[in-house]
């Protein structure tokens, strides 16, 4: 099996030269471009990035789609704020959502990938099927597009996401396993969920982190290596299962502790790969 390539997590802005600037100092092939300000996302904006991307060597792995208005990581606020679950803001984020496909086409990226949010564990929750409907127009739309439409775990629990995937029904579906937010979710443990949902893998954010100490607040990220992600495990049964990668790092802090912790995952990654 060929060596797995390891990639970051980066954000996009206007001045793509900062954004990529981090992508830079590590030196890593591939990229995750998160944006959560849809409205920048032009062509023009789409031509900096390609050129910026062809002058550093790195390869766009998916275009980490964001939505605009509020967004609450927690367990309070966060089911009526993140992604298209909310029915109040969900028609106007796939607009958002399918802006991120075209930008997608624009650069060069195999797909799109977003937190959906706490899609209903009851499939007779009434905002259970309209939800499915959307997902399957987004997913339709990537289809046309040669895009594939990627789920981010963390909100839902592993069976709920498999389940949705099989109602949207089309071909296009995958998940960006994020061990680190099986965890701070308390949704499952990533090793295990991978016996749920493992076949529909096809990317990965190399992330740590603790499980929640309180029913309010989500668990601690935590440095690659210094949380409760078993990575040795997680990578054999990955392999198992024919993941080829990409492996992105992403560490949710910014400044040197940042490039620090993301040069040390890169380490700890490195005989896993």
Known sequence: MPK?????????SENVQESFTLLKQVGVPTCHLACWNPSILTQDLARKVVSAQESIGVMPSTVWAG???KTEWNFLKGPATIGLVPPATRAARLVELKQGADFATWIGAPSITTH???IPEDPNDLNYAPLIDTLKEL???CQARNLKFMFETGQETPVTLLRTIEDIGTENLGINLDPANLILYGKANPVDALDVFG???IGM???DGHYPTNGRELGREAALGDGQVDFKQLFTKLKSLNFAGPVTIEREISGEQQVADIRKAMAVLEPLL
């Open 4 to 12: 797995l390539q390891l990639g970051l997590i980066v954000g996009l």
């Open 67 to 69: 939505h605009s208005g």
């Open 116 to 118: 959906v949010g706490f």
């Open 139 to 141: 997913a339709k739309y």
């Open 199 to 201: 076949k529909y893998v």
């Open 205 to 207: 954010h190399a992330k």
